[in-house]
């Protein structure tokens, strides 16, 4: 009887959990991978959704911001 518990917990493997990626800016769950240049030096990052609007907002001049519909 113990042998076969040790057994059945030999079976079970632990998945190593990868952990989420997390935005640079603000540390929430990052969904945009970003690659920029600076000075010739590639620099990778990671944004969530807000931070990337924000981010646009800031150096992307051919950005158009999402339409805001117009609550009654
Ligand atoms: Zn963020």
Do not use: H
């Amino acid at each position: 009887m113990i042998d076969w518990i040790r057994n059945k917990f030999k079976q079970i493997k632990r998945i190593p959990v990868i952990p989420a990626p997390k935005c640079t800016r603000c540390g929430l769950r990052a969904t945009y991978d970003m690659t920029t240049t600076f000075n010739e030096e590639v620099i990778e990052f990671r944004l969530c959704g807000s931070c990337l609007e924000e981010y646009n907002a800031l150096y992307n001049s051919r950005w158009i911001p999402p339409l805001v519909k117009k609550e009654e």
